[in-house]
Structure formats: C-alpha cells, structure tokens
Nanobody, 123 residues
Framework: QVQLAESGGGLVQAGGSLRLSCAAS????????MGWFRQAPGKEREFVAV????????YYADPVKGRFTISRDNAKNTVYLQMTSLKPEDTAVYYC????????????????WGQGTQVTVSS
C-alpha cells in the first residue's frame, strides 16, 4: 500500500506560478511511475504529466508542455509539479498518482491516488 498526500495548491493570478508536492509513504517508492492528473468541474479527469522511476523520463499533456515541469526526489519519496504561466483553464483539482513499473498516460492504469489539491487561476 502506498499513501499519497498532495500539497501546494491555492489561488493564483493568471501568469503566476505554483509548485505542487506529493509525498509518498507506506511501501517503497521504488519502481513506481508517478503521475499528475487534474479534474475541472464537470469534466473528466485528465492526464497532466508523468515521470518514470529509474530513467526519470517525463511525458506531458499538450496543453501544459513548456509550462509545467514534473520531477521526483526518490530519496525523499516526493514528486513535484512546477507550474508556470498559469492560465484560468488550468483551474482544477490536481491529483498525484502512483503506478507500478511502466509509465501510463491513462488514469485507469494507476494503482494509488492522493486526495487532490485545488488550484484556482484567476483571470
């Protein structure tokens, strides 16, 4: 069992930045790909970014490419999402998720989820 706890959400003006953190506890963090997803009101949960365990390969959804950066610190069992140039359409609840072995861009492939943290971008 892996427990995930997100932090760092909040209210920010358009063009601003936020850094989300996700701390993992429980079973070892190793061999888990770590992803970020988001869900806006009335919309489906969507993929944002993912980072692999060993090679630290990263993948991003097109709407956030060039603005968001995912990273992980395996020694601290923590994954981060640095968000810059935020737009009102980035407003959503952001979820951290863990998946054994290979990365996935589909929410259905993830084994563990955090409770989410609200990000609100005002225009």
């Amino acid at each position: 069992q892996v427990q995930l706890a997100e932090s760092g959400g909040g209210l920010v003006q358009a063009g601003g930045s936020l850094r989300l953190s996700c701390a993992a506890s429980g079973r070892t963090f190793s061999n888990y790909a770590m992803g970020w997803f988001r869900q806006a009101p009335g919309k489906e949960r969507e993929f944002v970014a993912v980072v692999s365990w060993a090679t630290l390969n990263t993948y991003y959804a097109d709407p956030v490419k060039g603005r968001f950066t995912i990273s992980r610190d395996n020694a601290k069992n923590t994954v981060y999402l640095q968000m810059t140039s935020l737009k009102p359409e980035d407003t959503a609840v952001y979820y951290c998720a863990a998946k054994r072995s290979a990365v996935s861009l589909s929410a259905a492939g993830y084994d563990y989820w955090g409770q989410g943290t609200q990000v609100t971008v005002s225009s």
